[in-house]
Every structure is written in structure tokens, then in C-alpha cells.
């Protein structure tokens, strides 16, 4: 059993910056993924960020530069630093964990909303 629990969305102002953050609990492995996706009304979940266990990055195209993806891996939290935000950013972001490696099972946190505006 796992379990994701998110915290650290709100409203904010275009240009402000929030930290969200990303506790797992439960039988994690050794090799995962821990990341970001974020979905917009209307539209498709998308990534925003991922890191694993190993090192391995990936941020979409558009948050390149402004958001930074990060995970203290003694407790199994992944955090994501979100920087210079824009009104296009708002969206529910979803932590997600790939628990394994090349073969994984794919786990989902409760979602938390972030709002852009002034």
C-alpha cells in the first residue's frame, strides 16, 4: 500500500512563486520516480517534472528555467520549487511516483490547486 499526500498550492500573483511538496508512505523501492503533473480545465494531464532515485530529470518545455524539481530520498518526498509563475501555470497539480524501475507501478497524490492571478 502507498499513499502520496501533497501539500503547498494556493493562489498567487503572475510573477510570485509556491513550493509544493510530496510525502510517500508505504513500500517504496529502492529505484523510482517521483514527480509533477499538472491538468488545466479542459485540457489533458500533462508532466511538468520528474526526478529519480538515479538522477534522471525531465521538465517540460515550458517551465524550463522557472521551475525546479528536487527529493530528499531518506524520506521520500519530492518537492517542486515554482518560480516566476505565470497565469497559464494554473492548473491542479498531481504528485505522481513510478514505484520500480523499468517495470513500475504508477501511484497518484490527492491533487492541489494552483491559481495564478492578480
Known amino acids: 500500500q502507498v499513499q502520496l499526500v501533497e501539500s503547498g498550492g494556493g493562489l498567487v500573483q503572475p510573477g510570485g512563486s509556491l513550493r509544493l511538496s510530496c510525502a510517500a508512505s508505504?513500500?517504496?523501492?529502492?529505484?523510482?520516480?517521483m514527480g509533477w503533473y499538472r491538468q488545466a480545465p479542459g485540457k489533458e494531464r500533462e508532466l511538468v517534472a520528474t526526478?529519480?532515485?538515479?538522477?534522471?530529470?525531465l521538465y517540460a518545455d515550458s517551465v524550463k528555467g522557472r521551475f525546479t524539481i528536487s527529493r530528499d530520498n531518506a524520506k521520500n518526498t519530492v518537492y517542486l520549487q515554482m518560480n516566476s509563475l505565470k497565469p497559464e501555470d494554473t492548473a491542479v497539480y498531481y504528485c505522481?511516483?513510478?514505484?520500480?524501475?523499468?517495470?513500475?507501478?504508477?501511484?497518484w497524490g490527492q491533487g492541489s490547486q494552483v491559481t495564478v492571478s492578480s
Open positions: 526526478l529519480s532515485t538515479i538522477g534522471t530529470t
Open positions: 505522481n511516483l513510478k514505484n520500480g524501475g523499468t517495470r513500475y507501478y504508477d501511484y
Open positions: 508505504g513500500s517504496i523501492f529502492t529505484i523510482n520516480a
